[in-house]
């Protein structure tokens, strides 16, 4: 089809039509497009990234949220209410000085694919609780020789380019997430994984392994130890580490901490809180904001 189109359209430029600039733009555009990874880029300047998170399955949401600076956005196919149909609609909300991610339901190497192939430029995958786990992640996300990953970039292609096959392995950025007693005590040989470029700690899923209540913005000091180890030990194996957060004054303090990206609450939470806030403002009450929704 895309094949079709350029015919078509340089039948009707040889017919005697002049482009306008901003067709000619967009000609120079799709030939010339070259895969980078804008988080990466970023990092390699010295930037912390600032992510958001969708979990509300709307491509106008993804575009409400893509039109806030945010330097990546990634949409939740674990416990958002996304599915790959919505997806699609999502990714294309999301604009080229936007990286867009994907949270995976599970390590399953089939959705890992067909997420690259849609163009998210990072996989977040949960769960990753042992050095095979890391393994069988790192086999899903790469090209051989370096993994298993079948070869059909059906969007990928589109929107990053003709050199997309060559780059992916080297772009798309796979985040381990570190959530479990399990992963804490397997630290040291998940993050020793080839080809793991960033890990990425749940920690409403980690205080509850731990035997603590689940929420985000952990307190409770032995929630805060495991994290600080995480901290440290990525550091120790030159891989970047994320967070996620439920509230502007934590992320500052993971950020402080030395993490090199934090997720800012989701739409639906920063729905809810600005609800809550407008809502209590106007009726002269505390908000109630700290809802349970993730």
């Not at 893509?66 to 996304?82: A, C, E, K, R, W």
């Not at 990525?234 to 934590?250: F, M, N, P, Q």
């Amino acid at each position: 089809m895309f094949h079709f189109i350029r015919s078509e359209l340089n039948t009707f430029k040889n017919s005697g039509f002049t482009p306008s600039g901003r067709a000619l733009k967009f000609t120079v555009y799709t030939r010339l497009k070259i895969m980078q990874n804008l988080i990466k880029k970023r990092w390699a300047e010295g930037q912390q990234i600032v992510n958001g998170w969708l979990s509300i399955p709307s491509s106008v949401s993804a575009e409400i949220m893509s039109n806030q600076p945010f330097d990546s956005i990634t949409i939740d196919m674990q416990h958002g209410l996304v599915g790959y149909e919505n997806l699609i609609p999502m990714l294309a909300a999301i604009p080229p000085s936007i990286t867009p991610m994907t949270r995976v339901p599970w390590l399953e190497p089939g959705i890992i694919m067909k997420s690259l192939d849609a163009a998210c430029h990072g996989i977040i995958c949960p769960m990753i609780n042992t050095a095979q786990d890391a393994q069988q992640f790192i086999q899903a996300m790469r090209y051989p020789p370096d993994g298993i990953r079948s070869y059909g970039p059906t969007r990928a292609l589109l929107k990053d380019g003709a050199d997309y096959p060559k780059k992916a392995n080297s772009e798309c950025i796979a985040w381990a997430m570190i959530e479990t007693k399990q992963a804490i005590d397997n630290l040291d040989a998940i993050l020793a994984t080839p080809g793991l470029d960033a890990v990425y700690v749940g920690p409403a899923d980690l205080s509850n392994s731990l035997g603590h209540p689940p929420r985000l913005d952990p307190e409770i000091p032995e929630v805060v130890e495991a994290i600080d180890l995480i901290v440290a030990k990525s550091k120790e194996h030159k891989l970047r580490v994320g967070i996620h957060t439920g509230s502007s004054a934590y992320a500052k303090r993971m950020l402080a901490k030395g993490f090199d990206m934090i997720s800012l609450m989701s739409d639906a939470r920063l729905m809810v809180a600005g609800c809550a806030n407008e809502l209590g403002a106007l009726r002269d009450k505390k908000p109630q904001s700290d809802a349970v929704i993730y």
